[in-house]
C-alpha cells in the first residue's frame, strides 16, 4: 500500500511568513544585499572577504594568438591513401616513382608518422615529427622541414662553447 506524502506547501498553510522568518524578508533581494555579486560597495561589508579569496575584478591577463602558428597535421596514412588523387588534382608531381609534394598546397603544415611509406616521397613542410621523418627516409625519401628544426641546427652547431669548457677543465686539473 502506497503512502500518502503531504506536499511541502500544505505543511505551510495558516502560517503567516511560510517559514522565512520576518515578513520582509521573502520580498525580492533586499535582504540578502542584492542578487549574484550586487552589494559589494560601501556598505556590503559582510560580502567584500568573499572576493578576497579569489582575484574577482581586474584583468586576468590574454594568450597572444598572432605569434603562434595552428598545425594543421596530416598522417603518413592519409598522404599515401589520397596519393593517386593529389596527383590526378595536379597538386602532386610524379616523376618516375618519386613523388614530390608540398603538403602547403594540400592546406598542411606538419608531417606526423602514422602508417607505412610504400612509395618513395619527396616532401616539403612546415614541421615534421621526427618518427615520420625517419618512415620516409627509410623507404628512399627526403623531408625538407621549412620551420621546425631551423632553430634546433643553430643551436646544435655551436661548437666553440665545448671547445672553451674543454680547455678550462685540461687547464684546472
Not at 511568513?17 to 515578513?23: L, R
Not at 652547431?157 to 687547464?171: L, Q, V, Y
Request: aromatic share 6%.
Amino acid at each position: 500500500m502506497a503512502l500518502h506524502k503531504r506536499s511541502k506547501n500544505s505543511r505551510s498553510r495558516g502560517t503567516t511568513t511560510h517559514g522565512y522568518g520576518s515578513m520582509k524578508k521573502n520580498r525580492g533581494a533586499g535582504h540578502r544585499g542584492g542578487r549574484g555579486n550586487a552589494g559589494s560597495g560601501k556598505r556590503g561589508d559582510a560580502k567584500k572577504p568573499r572576493y578576497w579569496k579569489e582575484k574577482y575584478f581586474g584583468s586576468k591577463g590574454f594568450t597572444s594568438k598572432s605569434r603562434t602558428v595552428k598545425q594543421v597535421p596530416i598522417n603518413i596514412k592519409q598522404l599515401e591513401l589520397k596519393l593517386d588523387q593529389y596527383v590526378t588534382l595536379g597538386v602532386v608531381e610524379k616523376s618516375g616513382d618519386l613523388y614530390k609534394i608540398d603538403l602547403s598546397k594540400l592546406g598542411f603544415n606538419k608531417l606526423l608518422g602514422t602508417g607505412n611509406v610504400t612509395k618513395k616521397l619527396e616532401i616539403e613542410v612546415g614541421f615534421c615529427s621526427a618518427k615520420a621523418q625517419s618512415k620516409v627516409e627509410e623507404a628512399g625519401g627526403t623531408v625538407n622541414v621549412l620551420m621546425g628544426d631551423q632553430w634546433e641546427s643553430t643551436e646544435s652547431n655551436d661548437d666553440s662553447s665545448t671547445e672553451s669548457t674543454t680547455e678550462n677543465e685540461t687547464g684546472a686539473t
